[in-house]
């Protein structure tokens, strides 16, 4: 048995609609009776595609019908959206009440197959889980990034930047395409922040960049759609005159410091935090480098 696919198809929009972490995301698969694996097999991709993947699977599993109708069961019983950071509430709600709307239609009951404390203690555990695997995998990525400081191969260095970016940006369930070529460019890095793409970066080198470094990075973002921003990284910094000449009017560039990435790997603040205050700093007062140090001060 599976379910119909109109209640499918309305279970994915509500996986992508009322959800904005996906540590929630995985959590909340897991707290339907999900095997953990399973579970975050496909974290990788669009929330959307998670959850088509997902109930794909589950139909291949002897399991797999009853743990679709209890994932039916726990939207069904969601009086609001469950994350509240999602960038449009009032279409999670509506997706929601469409699917209470296509269950009752359907005569599917809604029914648990599950203690509800024996499941509160496995969200609470899988949350600590998901927390600790954040934990180590930020720790790894600092080891590397101060193994990396000492090398006297810089070239190795801007590599393995280009790596540790790579890891790091998932850590804070933002997707990272990492560096590729167009026909004319070389592109260090790609990532999409609160409808925005942004076109990244990357130097690890002993001297600052100059004004005409980063005026070539502005070309290039200025060749793509106008929803396209930039965000330029130099682990050693920037002098103070070349940041200002890109302040202001036209500015769509964010600056990172190696200093600003310790804070982050430290754990002093997270890395979407960090882009919201930079954004913030950029559009409000247009100021184009905002450091980390100034937003826990």
């Known amino acids: 048995m599976t379910l119909p696919y109109e209640i499918r198809s309305q279970i994915i929009q509500c996986i992508g609609l009322c959800f904005h972490y996906k540590d929630n995301v995985e959590s909340f698969f897991v707290s339907c009776g999900v095997d953990r694996r399973l ?8 929330k959307f595609v998670w959850a088509r993947n997902l109930l794909n699977e589950l139909d291949e599993l002897e399991n797999g019908y009853t743990v679709q109708r209890y994932i039916l069961t726990e939207l069904c019983k ?7 950071d999602a960038p449009n509430p009032d279409a999670g709600l509506s997706a ?4 209470k709307e296509m269950a009752k239609k359907n005569k599917i009951e809604i029914e648990e197959y599950k203690n509800k404390v024996e499941q509160r203690k496995i969200i609470k555990e899988e949350k600590i889980r998901i927390a600790q695997d954040r934990t180590d995998l930020l720790a790894e990525i600092k080891a590397t990034f101060y193994n990396m400081i000492s090398t006297v191969n810089r070239q190795k260095a801007g590599y393995s930047l280009e790596d540790l970016l790579e890891k790091l940006f998932p850590v804070f369930d933002l997707e990272y395409r990492k560096s590729y070529r167009t026909e004319t460019q070389q592109i260090d890095g790609h990532f999409k922040f609160e409808g925005f793409d942004y076109l990244v970066e990357a130097k690890w080198r002993a001297d600052k960049p100059n004004e005409n470094e980063i005026g ?3 070309r290039k973002i200025d060749t793509k759609l106008e929803s396209t921003r930039g965000v330029f990284i130099s682990i050693n910094g920037f002098r103070e005159e ?11 560039i964010l600056f990172f410091s190696g200093e600003d990435f310790t804070h982050v790997l430290e754990g002093r603040i997270d ?5 919201r205050k ?11 480098y905002f450091p980390v140090s100034s937003m826990l001060s």
Do not use: T, W
């Not at 579970?39 to 669009?46: D, E, G, P, Q, V």
């Not at 969601?78 to 509240?84: A, G, R, T």
């Not at 070349?242 to 769509?252: A, L, R, T, Y």
């Open 216 to 218: 070539g990075f502005k």
């Open 96 to 99: 929601l009440r469409k699917l």
């Open 39 to 46: 579970a975050s097999k496909h974290r990788n991709l669009a």
């Open 78 to 84: 969601f009086k609001n959206i469950p994350d509240k």
């Open 271 to 275: 890395l979407d935090e960090v882009l």
């Open 278 to 288: 930079k954004i913030d700093k950029a559009a409000q007062e247009g100021i184009a």
């Open 242 to 252: 070349v940041i200002k000449s890109f302040e202001g009017v036209g500015n769509n």
